[in-house]
Structures are given as structure tokens and as C-alpha cells.
């Protein structure tokens, strides 16, 4: 019978040592009766197992920094069978899934860590972050103003309320959330851009305008650009200005060219139509073909 190569060892060597095994058991069978010899087996303490897990958990975390997911989830899936009571590494398991696009899977690995962890703000968190991935704001902002009572000073905890109000088109508590964000950590730019994008929903256009232009002066974002471009492009300001900040944006991000990308970051009508109108200009033609030809935007599960 062939035998297979194990563990990188050559067929030969380990039919060398079948065939040897075979001789010594005939030997020992022809052999006087010699006293049993109990073997014995190591089993880890329940001690080492957890602290195995914690190595295993670090492991998996790093591999999620570096970008590898499914292999993250191998090794957080080993790690909580070792130690299935550290929420920890549930956690880490849930984000594995999460960043694999397995949203049941994860949600249950948040579901667990809560429950063995109920006080813990960040689980509240995720799972609100995960309801609004799913596109299911009723069931996020509970979630996440849990969250915000057990840590009242996290402001991307309010700025993913922010996000469910906007999802139900509640502005006003969208625009108060957002502020809170920015309250909180003034330099949080996607907060103060998202305060511009509902102001212009409500049809405060200068307002709106002034947040985009502060915006920018923290990050220079291709979505602040695009949307600063097309509320002064709309308002009749200065044309070139509006199409150079607009040819910035795309040459930045090529998918703000493509209206379900501005659905999926939350961009409300009147701004995607002032955008369209921007981006149909024969300024913008040969823009608007490059980012067309450059953008990579696929609809998420």
C-alpha cells in the first residue's frame, strides 16, 4: 500500500519506520511477557490553556492589523475554544468575521462577549456598528446609547448615532449627535463633514459651507472637497474654484464619481443632485471619464 508524505517527511522514511514497527511488534510477540509500561499522556492546566489563547488571541489581532482576515478568524475560533470565557477574545473573533463580511457569524461572537461582559461599552458598540452595517438603525441606536451611558465621553459612539439618525432621516438628532462628536474631540473631521452634509439636507447651505471649508483645513478629504464643490457650484459661487476643488476630490477617491457610492457614505438628495449637476458640466468631462474608468466602488453585502 503507498503511504502518503506527512508533515513534509519523505514516503520512504515513513515506510521505513511502518516496516520497523511491524518487526518490533513481531519481536515482542515471540519475546517473554515483559511488564506493562502505562503510557503517559500530558494534559495542560486549565491555567496554561488560558494563557495559550491570550498568545493565540495577540496572534490573530496582528493578523487583522496586517489585513488578513479569514486568517485572523482561524486562529480567534481556536483561541475562544481554548478559553471560551475571555470576551476578549470574542471580540476579536467578531471583528475577524466582521472585516470577513460574515455579519451572522459575528453578531453571535458579539452576542457572546456581552453576555459575558454586559458593562463593557465597547461590546455595546460593535454591535450597534454592526446593526447599522446591516443597515437596521432601529435596532443600532438602543445599541449604542447603552453604550454611550456605560461611557458617556466616546465620541464615535455618537457619531455612529449620528449616523442611524441620518439612516432614519431624523436630522435634527442626526446634527445633534454629530455635534456631540465634535464636542467631544474637535478635530473628529468625518463628524464635523457629516454636521455639513445634514446642514445642507435642512437648506442652511452657508452654514453648511463654512463646515465644509473647516473641514479641510483638518483633513483634506476627497468627500469635504467634492460636497464643498458642489454646494458653491449650486449657490452660483465662483465656477473655477467649484471645479478645481471638485477635480481634487476625484483624483483623490475616483468613486465619489458614482452616486451609489455617495448613498452608501450617507450623502442626502439635494446634495448627490448638486453634485450630479457639478459633474455633467463639460468642465468636468475629462474628470469625470478619468474617475469613471478609475473607480473600484463594489456594493457591499
Known amino acids: ?169 431624523d436630522l435634527s438628532n442626526a446634527l445633534g449627535s454629530f455635534e456631540q462628536a465634535t464636542g467631544l474631540k474637535p478635530d473628529f473631521w468625518e463628524a464635523l463633514n457629516n454636521q455639513a452634509l445634514v446642514l445642507y439636507e435642512m437648506g442652511n447651505t452657508d452654514e453648511a459651507i463654512q463646515r465644509w471649508r473647516a473641514v479641510l483645513r483638518i483633513e483634506e478629504n476627497a468627500e469635504p472637497l467634492l460636497a464643498l464643490a458642489a454646494a458653491l457650484h449650486q449657490r452660483g459661487d465662483d465656477s473655477d474654484d467649484a471645479f478645481n476643488l471638485a477635480r481634487e476630490a476625484l483624483a483623490k477617491e475616483p468613486n465619489y464619481v458614482l452616486p451609489p457610492h455617495q448613498v452608501e457614505q450617507l450623502w442626502g438628495g439635494k446634495i448627490r443632485q448638486a453634485a450630479a449637476r457639478l459633474l455633467a458640466s463639460p468642465d468636468m468631462a475629462s474628470s469625470v471619464e478619468r474617475a469613471q474608468a478609475n473607480a473600484t466602488w463594489k456594493q457591499r453585502r
Open 1 to 169: 500500500m503507498r503511504i502518503p508524505e506527512r508533515n513534509g517527511v519523505p514516503n520512504n522514511r515513513i515506510r521505513e519506520c511502518f516496516l520497523a514497527a511491524l518487526l518490533s511488534v513481531a519481536a515482542i510477540a515471540g519475546a517473554p511477557a515483559a511488564k506493562a509500561v502505562v503510557p503517559y499522556v500530558y494534559v495542560p492546566s486549565s491555567e496554561e490553556l488560558k494563557g495559550s489563547a491570550i498568545g493565540i488571541g495577540r496572534t490573530a489581532a496582528q493578523l487583522l492589523q496586517m489585513g488578513q482576515p479569514q486568517e485572523a478568524a482561524k486562529l480567534a475560533a481556536l483561541a475562544v475554544r481554548l478559553d471560551p470565557q475571555d470576551e476578549r477574545l470574542w471580540s476579536v473573533l467578531a471583528e475577524a468575521q466582521l472585516r470577513s463580511d460574515d455579519l451572522e457569524q459575528a453578531g453571535q461572537s458579539l452576542a457572546r462577549a456581552k453576555e459575558l461582559n454586559p458593562d463593557k461599552a465597547g461590546l455595546w458598540f460593535a454591535q450597534g456598528a454592526l446593526a447599522l452595517r446591516d443597515e437596521q438603525p432601529e435596532e443600532a441606536i438602543p445599541l449604542i446609547q447603552r453604550g454611550l451611558e456605560l461611557d458617556p465621553k466616546n465620541p464615535a459612539g455618537y457619531f455612529d448615532l449620528g449616523n442611524a439618525w441620518i439612516m432614519l432621516d
